[in-house]
């Protein structure tokens, strides 16, 4: 943890910096989140799986938190190229503090700070805010979501069973796995400890339920059907050498699917490839050093890596 005075436009603040551990400053933080998000991080840092990559950055006046950034740091792996970089989320603050210049000093804060670390940073912004962050170098970009119609004819020979997390045994399973799993993911979007954001920590959109193993496929595939419809969150395979995507996608589609929809920008010939926005008011946005790595109308950014 770290601790700043900050003097923004002759006014006192304190910078707190990385202090989940500290159990009143966090409770504030979750104070804030749940008036602006309707959710909060405790069950995150109460899974104990909240790892150094996601810092938070809050200004506070006095006891009271005025305004807030979550930076996420991600190992970005595209056509062989591995690159550091960071999102910014949970971009928040206080009614009676904003239009003072404080979301400003966090984002020019923390992009001075990893200046020589982060390659680029992306960030998904609602509609009110698109105006907004092409001031510090952010470009919308357009995401497509790839699908596959499933083949009846193929019956697999392999099958997923669901991974009860509440044992420790499937716990230390699925860590192994999304450590060092193959993920067939054209941008792999690496970060532990959002996984288990996601799929251990209890929230209500939680994919604690949607885990799945298979032995003889030596992979856990994260996925969930509605209906004729399959979504495909994550696939960690532990052996990188062998490709067996379409047997992966065939265990998975079981139960009299038609479609397969991939949740990520799956390594896969012959997907369809549709334009793609998570909620009607929401756009990925970029700093140049990403454009290329994601303008290729074939690529959307992992839903497990949202922040």
Known sequence: MTSKNINIQNEEYTLHINYQKNDVLRHEF???????????????????????????????KGDQIVSHTTLSIFDLTKDGQTIKVGQLGTVMTEPTYQDKGLSRFLLEYIKAEYATILKGYFLFANDTVLEYYPKFGYTAIEEYQASISVDSTQKSHHSFEKLDLNQPESLALFKQYVED?????????????????????????????????????????IFEQEEEEITIYAIYQKDHTQQQLSDIVNACAQNEAKTILFAFAPTLEGATYKLYKEDDDITLMVTDELISLLDDKQTMVTSLSHT
């Open 30 to 60: 979750n104070r804030l989140c749940r008036e602006v998000w309707e959710f909060d991080f405790e069950g995150y840092y109460q899974s104990g799986y909240w790892g150094e990559d996601c810092i938070l950055y809050s200004l506070f």
């Open 181 to 221: 799993g193959y993920t067939y993911n054209r941008l792999d979007t690496k970060n532990v400890g959002l996984a288990f954001f996601y799929c251990y920590a209890t929230y209500d959109f939680s994919f604690r339920e949607s885990v799945y193993y298979s032995k003889s496929l030596d992979a856990i595939a």
